[in-house]
C-alpha cells in the first residue's frame, strides 16, 4: 500500500501564488507519473498538470504559463506552483501516482485533497 498526503491548500486574493506538496509514502518500490487533479463540486475531476519519472510534464491549456508541476524523486513527492492564481482555479486538489509493483502491477493512488480558493 502507498499513501498520499498534500498539503499547502490555503485562502488566497486572486493573483496570488500558492505551492501544493505531495508525499508519497509506504510499500514504494516504483512511481511513474505524478499528477494534480482537481474537482469542483457538481463536476467531474480534471487532469491540471502531470510528469512522467523521466521529467515529461503535461499541463491543461487553463493552467499553462501559470503553473509549475515538479517532483523529488528521492523524497517520493510531487509539488504544484500554482502563480497568478485566478477565481475560477478554486477547487479540491488531488495528489496522483501511478505506482509499479516489483511484480510490474501497476497501482493507482490518490490523496485525500487540499482545498485551495482564490478570492476575487
Given amino acids: 500500500q502507498v499513501q498520499l498526503v498534500e498539503s499547502g491548500g490555503d485562502l488566497v ?4 501564488s500558492l505551492r501544493l506538496s505531495c508525499a ?17 463540486p457538481g463536476k467531474q475531476r480534471e487532469l491540471v498538470a502531470s ?3 523521466g521529467g515529461t510534464t503535461h499541463y491543461v491549456d487553463s493552467v499553462k504559463g501559470r503553473f509549475t508541476i515538479s517532483r523529488d524523486n528521492a523524497k517520493n513527492m510531487v509539488y504544484l506552483q500554482m502563480n497568478s492564481l485566478k477565481p475560477e482555479d478554486t477547487a479540491v486538489y488531488y495528489c ?10 501497476y497501482q493507482n493512488y490518490w490523496g485525500q485533497g487540499t482545498q485551495v ?3 476575487s
Avoid: C, D, L
Fill in 117 to 119: 480558493t482564490v478570492s
Fill in 13 to 16: 486574493q486572486a493573483g496570488g
Fill in 96 to 105: 496522483n501516482i501511478i505506482h509499479r509493483t516489483r511484480w510490474n502491477e
Fill in 24 to 40: 508519497a509514502s509506504g510499500h514504494i518500490f516504483s512511481i511513474n507519473t505524478m499528477a494534480w487533479y482537481r474537482q469542483t
Fill in 51 to 53: 510528469i512522467t519519472n
